[in-house]
């Protein structure tokens, strides 16, 4: 047929579309139970009947089908509860998962149970505040937190950088409230386990409380979930942890830490006096770069502390791109001596590659930036739930994945894992999902399964020999 002919029919290929009479034996999600088995190798089911208790009737779906529902939601794509019915259409994979999927109302219903509103009922009318969270969002925490220690179970992890960050959601909802922005939302702030590429903490926000309030409280949670291996600790952070509290804290309890400097007239005063030892950090298109060791010391700062050390930054307009404007300069502040300058600023940079990137992902490629709810808990129980979704892709990618994963975003985990078409049948009992991928690709998800059985299999043992 000539290319320059329109073909008769539905559409411009010479093909129709038609719905099936009856359910087919067919998947288009095969892979996407990878991620159901993750969260039964990581015994995610144990953890939510022991510590999620919402149902008021044994009658219905029990919590984990309601938790795997939205995990599995979100890693395939899908932006909202009422997404569960494009799965629960897939008889396949139903088949697959040995399970139905809940309703959308019983998905609501599941998040509402987080919500506490006598709690919220005391937010004052005006001014920042950060509510008590709910038994059950405390539950959610603590799943989390047991999904962390086990995804690391066996590697020997000794090391952790926690990276502490805020970010913006934007949402109209009713009860919504201002962010810096001028637009309304939420700013929940959240922790990344660097080396590990797992979130350890989380905590929602109205929009309108401000990312300095109160980090202390997110960085004590954040390294209280870490597992009893970990035995060097640091920290990272935005200027917004750059809080009394949260220094003394973290020198006191000797974990290595870089924070941006608030730019007092102070500091500004002791980074831009002359005589200063700059040396060269980056070398720009429109700008350069340079680092200088300065002495400060807050005026609250104990006189008996270990002294602070605090690196300043210049950012100099190269010509051509001055426009009027003189140097820029920032500061860093750290209790690590043991790195030259402009190390301790890559290092301190370094963040940017996780816990934004966690940010990233987590509000456009989950979703995390879409609540589903007028009722600030059960936004906060999706949120949460976004985070676990996360990890449990990390856990995926990192544990079980072959090695071309290891960095995969969940985009290119649907592109080339969750969306594998399958054929279904039964013989002799035994449910087979036929894949429609070459023999290799086939053996690489078999392997896949294996690794995840295995790692089952290691928490069992682990589990046991705890108990005895």
């Known amino acids: ?33 990878l991620v159901a088995e993750t969260l039964l190798a990581l015994g995610v089911d144990t953890l939510v009947r022991d510590g999620l208790r919402f149902r008021v009737r044994q009658r219905g779906y029990g919590e984990f089908d309601k938790l795997q529902a939205i995990v ?19 008889a396949g994979l139903t088949r697959l998962l040995h399970r139905r999927f809940p309703s959308p109302d019983a998905l609501h219903d ?32 603590a799943v989390n937190t047991a999904v962390v220690r086990r995804a690391v179970a066996g590697l020997g992890a000794d090391t952790a950088t926690l990276d502490l960050d805020a970010t913006t959601i934007v949402s109209h909802k009713r009860d919504a409230l201002p962010l810096y922005t001028g637009e309304r939302g939420y700013q929940p702030t959240a922790v990344c386990w660097a080396e590990q590429d797992l979130v350890v903490a989380d905590q929602y926000r109205d929009g309108n409380v401000p990312a300095g309030m109160d980090p202390l409280a997110v960085a004590r949670q954040a390294f209280a979930a870490l597992p009893p291996t970990v035995t060097t600790r640091a ?10 509290p949260l220094l003394k804290y973290l020198a006191a309890a000797r974990i290595a830490f870089t924070i941006s400097a608030d730019m007092t007239e102070e500091l500004r005063a002791v980074c831009t006096a002359r005589g200063g030892r700059w040396t060269s950090l980056e070398d720009r298109v429109a700008e350069t770069v340079e680092v200088a060791e300065v002495e400060f010391t807050p005026g609250d700062w104990p006189k008996r502390a270990a002294p602070l050390r605090y690196v300043a930054l210049r950012f100099a307009p190269k010509q051509g791109h001055l426009f009027g404007e003189g140097p820029k300069h ?101 449910l087979t999902a036929h894949l429609g991928v070459p023999p290799l690709t086939a053996e690489e998800l078999i392997t896949t399964r294996g690794k995840l059985r295995a790692l089952r299999t290691m928490l069992h043992a682990a589990a046991g020999a705890a108990n005895r």
Not at 14 to 29: G, Q, S, V, W
Not at 72 to 90: I, K, T
Not at 115 to 133: C, K, N, S, V, Y
Request: proline letters at 7%.
């Open 235 to 244: 920290f990272r952070g935005d200027s917004a942890c750059y809080t009394d």
């Open 72 to 90: 599995l939601v979100q890693a395939a794509g899908g932006d909202s509860v009422e997404d569960v019915r494009v799965l629960a259409r897939d």
């Open 1 to 33: 047929m000539s290319q320059n002919r329109t073909p008769v029919g539905q559409g411009l290929r010479p093909f129709r579309f038609e719905a099936a009479p009856r359910p087919m034996d067919l998947t288009a999600h095969a892979g996407l139970t």
């Open 110 to 141: 599941f998040l509402a149970r987080c919500h506490d509103e006598a709690q919220l009922a005391q937010r004052p009318p005006t001014g920042a505040w950060i509510p008590d969270e709910s038994p059950a969002l405390r539950a959610l925490a």
């Open 330 to 430: 920032l500061a860093v502040v750290s209790n690590r001596w043991e790195l030259a300058p402009a190390a301790l600023v890559r290092w301190h940079w370094a963040k940017a590659g996780t816990i934004e990137f966690v940010h990233d992902v987590t509000k456009n490629e989950l979703a995390a930036g879409l609540p589903p709810s007028g009722k600030f808990g059960a936004n906060a129980a999706w949120y949460r739930l976004a985070l676990l979704t996360y990890n449990v892709c990390t856990v995926l990618r990192r544990r079980a994945l072959p090695t071309r994963f290891w960095d995969a975003r969940p985009r290119r985990l649907r592109y080339e894992v969750f969306t594998l078409p399958a054929a279904l049948t039964t013989h002799a009992r035994q």
